[in-house]
């Protein structure tokens, strides 16, 4: 199974704040990653696809990129609604493997 | 409107069997994969399987083959998670997905918690 590996686990910041969260893949993936927000409760929404597309109504201020086999989620201006829980998610290979999450808190 | 409309939470007994459902509407239930995600209380994501309702093709995490089956009934647009005997351990919530026309997991059921305890 292809790992992918979330850093950091926890990230503490602030409204308007700058974040990235890093995920990385125990093999190459190609662009095959997503990116998932999870907020208490609810179902997981899918934020990005094919490692920097936005999906169909997200905001703007979220973006994705690759290095190699690191792939990074980018809020640029955070906003309350954005304090959540973020998933990486790869499509490369059976079985589609998450990494274990990353909590945004203030 | 893409809708995945999940069965009701269940309190289970250890060894019990189990079929929890999700049913699809607002778009063709044949044309996409639907796939389940386990999530254990205050863990991650767990991705078991996904299967397509046009031949019931599957497709199993090694960590959940052999220990839940996916299947589906065409004729009401629904997908099924079974288990035939239940641990203490399958405790968790339970979500369908629709896969996108990339395999991305688009729209989500609203979960189901299934407890497992003797």
């Known amino acids: 199974d292809i790992q992918l590996a979330q850093s950091p686990s926890l990230l503490s910041a602030s409204v308007g704040d700058r974040v990235t969260i890093t995920c990385r893949a125990s093999?190459?993936?190609?662009?095959?990653l997503a990116w998932y927000q999870q907020k208490p409760g609810k179902a997981p929404k899918l934020l990005i696809y094919a490692t920097s597309i936005l999906q169909t109504g997200v905001p703007s201020r979220f973006s994705g990129s690759k290095s190699g086999t690191e792939f990074t989620l980018t809020i640029s201006s955070l906003q309350p609604e954005d304090f959540a829980t973020y998933y990486c998610?790869?499509?490369?290979?059976?079985?589609?493997?998450f990494g274990q999450g990353t909590k945004l808190e203030i | 409107e893409v809708r995945l409309a999940q069965s009701g939470a269940e309190v289970k007994k250890p060894g019990e069997s189990l079929k929890i459902s999700c049913q699809g509407s607002g778009y063709t239930f044949t044309g996409r994969w639907i796939g389940w995600v386990r999530q254990k209380s205050g863990e991650g994501l767990e991705w078991m399987g996904i299967i397509h309702p046009s031949d019931s093709a599957t497709k199993y995490s090694p960590s959940f083959q052999g220990q839940v089956t996916l299947s589906v009934d065409r004729s009401i647009n629904t997908a099924y998670l079974e288990w035939g005997r239940l641990r203490a351990s399958d405790t968790a919530v339970y979500y369908c997905a629709r896969t996108d026309a990339y395999g991305n997991f688009d729209f989500w059921g609203q979960g189901t918690l299934v407890n497992v305890s003797s």
């Open positions: 998610q790869q499509l490369h290979s059976y079985p589609r493997t």
């Open positions: 093999q190459g993936i190609s662009s095959f």
